[in-house]
């Protein structure tokens, strides 16, 4: 009976219930899903050496006999060894297998066999421990370049090979193409049939790099197709028309904006007064000024008459921010309200009823802004602080509070209108949702951020307020600790105060693992080490995420009060108040953190008129590592550690574990494969601009793709 991609595996000798279950956890149900099972990597085993010629540093196939009936020995419970004697014209090699009793049976005297492993010299001896093998001319995992899969306990690579082999040479026939023929001729892409058969069993390694690129540009393709369908759909939804002039408003700064917070400001004037709805993120680099940006968002909705919500992830620096907006904004007639978990009582009902009859303009707060009984009188702006402590969800919940229009009612009579009623009404007379502006201290490569913030356009604000004082870094190694205390006591003797940062608990080991070298310190023991041995006569402090949400912002609160001299942290401190007296950042075990996490943990300290310094201590021997710290103590330019970053270690710390809701990738690497994405987007954006809907016949398969890779947001969609 004919196979075809549809089959499934229980109809495949050796595929009985129990390792169809087994499969079944690799998401292996039909021969299609086997095609779509990609190798993780590839072993050579084409070159067969005589033993005496076998290369000593790495695995290869060697042809020999077996020379002895393989023996059996039993040295204790658990443990097994089977000894053969293999020879062929050159030499002889003693092959010993652990807790593999069956080869004795399987294995014949005289018979050739291929074994792939390394051949160790062991003194005049040559050996080898657990090779795979084959008979000589069998071909099934020798003489080839063989994949090497994912694979799940009961499945071995072997199996596993075994099915994909008989995947691919009966199923692929009629492969269908998702690529538009267009698109694949004018960026020099293989045809499908030939890069799923390549992807598994090259011919070559130039084959494989050609099909991996095909696969990898579909895989990106699709995604990019998908991201631009929603980015396009979003763009057409109706926005209330919101007029305000960056010059007008530059006009109340106390201070002169840089070029990158007027091009920012630009940007959001032209999405606000366009009529859609405004879907923006601004990036920026620590200290790039991006809190006036967001004010001209408020100064703008108050203008016209509409309310903004500026979220904040923590209580602390909702406060902070409240007092920063009341600063810039009070005097242009904008009522500024603070609204977190803390107002509580009388307090908490007058300021929701005045948020609610529209007597405040902007309202800062944490999640408490979209919780039950808050009720706005028209949002017009939601600006989230920190994209990557707020979800999609998070904002699309403070989105839905829309409120009524008062724009419909009575014009604004507190500002010198310019004509702009902030009004604009769906088809059916509703309510538009309000535009919203996502800030992000959180420095990314441009093409990154486009992908990982698919329904935002992006402003990025690169260059920093004139006046701002670098941070200076240093590498410092275990043998200078007594000298970094110093410089800590030094720091505060002058009234300065200074962050000490650990690394996080790990999650999984639950507890504190070990490092070479030098122990990771838990914060609390090590803040209790420091005060009663390091810094007695010092108000030494500590916070990490374990603790209560109370009794971290009130850790904070006293650090940011001048109440402690040190405060001993995690990465909990990466996203927080401004402490314009903090001089000193100190980071213990710095190999074990992100070039861009870093970056940010140094950006908390510089804040003020105070010359600032960023110590990264490491007991590391590791060149690799020192270098990579090096790169930080070389730089300022956050996109530029986050170029560095993304090559050294990968979108790891861009993305976190499905992040921002992205589909799961196969295939393709953000990092490696930076300049294919930039291809595959541009030809998926060209693509989706000359059929939005996808609805072309010869697009109907990538449609279909589309919505596959996207099924777990398959809402985006609809």
């Known amino acids: 009976m004919p196979l075809s991609r549809e089959t499934p595996l ?40 005589a033993l005496r010629d076998a290369p000593q540093d790495r695995p290869c196939c060697v042809s020999a006999m077996v020379a002895e009936t393989p023996r059996v020995s039993y040295i204790r419970r658990g443990l097994s060894l089977v000894k053969v004697k293999a020879v062929d014209g050159t030499g002889t090699v003693h092959i010993t297998f652990f807790n593999q009793d069956y080869i004795r049976e399987i294995m014949c005297r005289g018979q050739e066999y291929v074994f792939y492993g390394t051949v160790e010299r062991q003194g005049g001896l040559l050996a080898m421990t657990n090779p795979a093998f084959e008979r000589e001319g069998a071909g099934r995992f020798t003489g080839l370049i063989l994949p090497v899969y994912p694979l799940t306990a009961g499945i071995s690579n072997n199996l596993l090979a075994g099915l994909t082999r008989r995947a691919v040479d009966e199923c692929l026939d009629g492969l269908p193409e998702v690529l538009p023929a267009r698109v694949r001729k004018g960026h020099t892409l293989c045809q499908a049939q030939y890069a799923r058969k390549n992807i598994h069993y090259p011919d070559d390694f130039e084959a494989l790099a050609i099909a991996r690129r095909r696969l990898v540009f579909e895989e990106l393709f699709v995604l990019t ?9 979003r763009s057409q939804g109706a926005g209330r028309v919101l007029a305000g002039e960056p010059g007008e408003f530059a006009a109340l700064l106390p201070f002169a904006p840089t070029g990158a917070q007027r091009r920012a400001m630009d940007d959001i004037a032209a999405d606000l007064k366009s009529g859609k709805a405004m879907n923006r993120l601004v990036q920026g680099d620590v200290g790039s000024g991006k809190t006036a940006v967001a004010a001209f968002g408020a100064w703008t909705a108050a203008k016209n008459g509409v309310q903004c919500a500026l979220m904040a992830p923590t209580e602390l620096l909702a406060e902070q921010h409240a007092r920063t907006m009341e600063a810039l904004l009070a005097p242009a007639g904008v009522r500024v309200a603070l609204l977190t978990g803390s107002v509580k009582g009388r307090e908490r009902k007058l300021l929701l009823d005045a948020l609610a009859a529209g007597e405040v303009d902007l309202v800062v707060g944490t999640h408490a802004l979209f919780s039950q009984g808050v009720a706005y009188c028209g949002l017009g702006l939601v600006i989230a602080d920190e994209q990557h402590r707020f979800g999609v969800a998070q904002r699309a919940a403070l989105a839905a509070k829309s409120g009524r229009d008062p724009a419909r009612e009575a014009p604004h009579e507190r500002f010198n209108e310019s004509g702009a009623t902030g009004r604009a009404e769906g088809p059916s007379g509703e309510l538009p949702p309000p535009h919203v502006l ?75 693992e070990d490092s070479p070298g030098m122990d990771l310190k838990a914060v609390t023991a090590y803040a209790g080490e420091l005060r009663e041995r390091v810094f007695p006569d010092l108000r030494v402090g500590f916070v990490h995420g374990r603790l209560k949400p109370k009794e971290k912002e009130a850790a904070m609160a006293a650090f940011s009060g001048g109440e402690l001299d040190v405060l001993v942290s995690t990465t909990v401190i990466e996203v927080g108040v401004d402490v314009p007296n903090a001089s000193l950042m100190v980071v213990e075990n710095a190999e074990r953190f992100g070039l861009s996490q870093l970056h940010q943990l140094r950006g908390r300290v510089g804040r003020g008129r105070h010359q600032s310094y960023c110590v990264l201590m490491t007991a590391s021997r590791s060149e690799a590592a020192r270098e990579r710290l090096r ?56 693509l989706v601009a000359a059929d939005q809907s996808l609805s072309k016949p010869a697009h109907r398969l990538l449609k279909r793709r589309v919505r596959e890779l996207f099924a777990e947001n398959a809402e985006l969609f609809n």
């Open 10 to 49: 229980t109809e495949l000798p050796g595929v009985g219930p129990q390792r169809a279950k087994k499969l079944e956890k690799l998401g292996l149900r039909t021969m299609g899903d086997l095609l779509d099972h990609l190798p993780q990597r590839y072993e050579d085993r084409r070159e067969c050496h």
């Open 225 to 233: 197709c998908g991201l631009a369908q929603l980015k396009d759909r």
């Open 631 to 686: 790169a930080l103590c070389a730089t300022n330019d956050g996109f530029q550690i986050a170029e560095e970053d993304l090559r050294l270690r990968g979108p790891g710390d861009f993305f976190g574990k499905r992040q921002h809701g992205l589909p799961q990738l196969k295939v393709a690497d953000f990092a490696a494969d930076l300049e294919l994405l930039k291809e595959a987007r541009q030809a998926a954006e060209e």
């Open 438 to 512: 996502v800030m992000s201290a959180t420095p990314i490569p441009r093409t990154l951020a486009l992908i990982i913030y698919g329904d935002l356009d992006v402003s990025i604000m690169d260059e920093l307020p004139p006046g701002r004082t670098p941070v200076d870094t240093f590498l410092v190694g275990e043998d200078k600790r007594q000298r970094m205390y110093g410089f800590v006591r030094r720091q505060v003797e002058e009234g300065r105060q200074v962050y000490i940062v650990c690394p996080a608990v790990e999650e999984n080991s639950g507890g504190w």
